[in-house]
């Protein structure tokens, strides 16, 4: 699985694990990983697969990258067997397996509102819908769900009755806030990349270039500490209310679309070589 430089020094051998075909709304996820292959390829040697072949594919290679592979709602059995077979081998995975965000699912927005860090206020359980502002509409979605998938909004009597239907846990509800706009904050292990916006709330990934104060880098490196990855890609998202605050959205640890498209080329180029520099530090 590995081949010589011209130098005679050992390649890393990197599979990198993507779903080319899955279609994502306003997103082509497939090019970004078609692009990030072909630099990687400049150092790495690198094969492509599915998520569902993971599991059978990884022995023999240095290092596993988890990119595009979709949301994992899709393919449950799969990655369980991927997880397994990858600490069988003590196989290193990119991102490391360990995440406390969207990786283990949404039980950390929970959590992180009942201690009061800065995120939309969400609860899981029937009982608990009083603690949450009084809105006309909620969000209601599954904690393992991605990509927006069974996300659905609703009234308080409904996302009552849906709790009350669903097995106990499964669901998260958070009121549906008026907000100015949504942001991204990237990072490569704790460092600050970039960061993009959405200018039109109704059109989520229409992005542009934003640039983060201070305050903002403050605001997202508090949630890359908290999830304590030794390495990784983050995507840090979150959305600025009326009076100015930012709140997380969501916490992207496993597999976070990069919009690389949607940035300069000094940024793209910048980005690819601090993600080259970390595959290649990840302990084995």
């Given at each position: ?16 694990v ?20 072909s ?10 697969c ?38 069988e ?26 201690t ?10 029937a ?31 409904e996302?009552?009755?849906?709790l ?5 846990g ?12 949504e ?22 990934w229409?992005?542009?270039?934003y640039?983060?104060s ?7 490196r ?38 690389l ?12 070589a601090r ?10």
């Amino acid at each position: 699985m590995t081949a010589a430089s011209p130098a005679g020094a050992r390649r890393l051998s990197l599979l990198l694990v993507t779903d080319l075909a899955y279609e994502a709304r306003g997103r082509r996820y497939c090019d970004e990983d078609i692009f990030l292959g072909s630099r990687l390829r400049e150092t790495f040697d690198v094969a492509l697969c599915h998520p569902r072949d993971a599991a059978a594919l990884l022995e023999g290679f240095d290092t596993v990258l988890i990119r595009n592979s979709g949301p994992v709602l899709h393919y449950r059995e799969a990655y369980d067997a991927f997880c397994s077979r990858a600490g069988e081998l003590r196989t290193p995975v990119y991102n490391p397996l360990g995440g406390r965000g969207d990786m283990a699912g949404k039980e950390y927005l929970v959590d992180m509102s009942r201690t009061g860090f800065p995120v939309i206020p969400t609860v899981d359980r029937a009982a608990d819908l009083p603690e949450l502002p009084d809105v006309p509409r909620y969000v209601i979605k599954p904690k393992l769900g991605a990509d927006s998938v069974g996300l659905r909004f609703v009234t308080a009597a409904e996302a009552a009755a849906e709790l009350g239907r669903a097995a106990e846990g499964s669901l998260l509800v958070q009121p549906l806030i008026d907000f100015r706009h949504e942001v991204s904050f990237y990072f490569v292990d704790d460092d600050f990349q970039y960061a993009l916006y959405a200018p039109d709330p109704e059109r989520r990934w229409v992005l542009e270039p934003y640039a983060a104060s201070a305050a903002d880098l403050e605001f997202a490196r508090r949630f890359i500490a908290w999830n304590s990855l030794t390495h990784g890609i983050q995507r840090v998202d979150a959305c600025r209310t009326a009076d100015g605050a930012l709140l997380l959205v969501e916490l992207e640890d496993l597999n976070p679309y990069l919009s690389l498209d949607r940035v300069g080329e000094e940024v793209r180029e910048a980005f690819v070589a601090r993600l080259k520099t970390s595959i290649a530090s990840l302990p084995r």
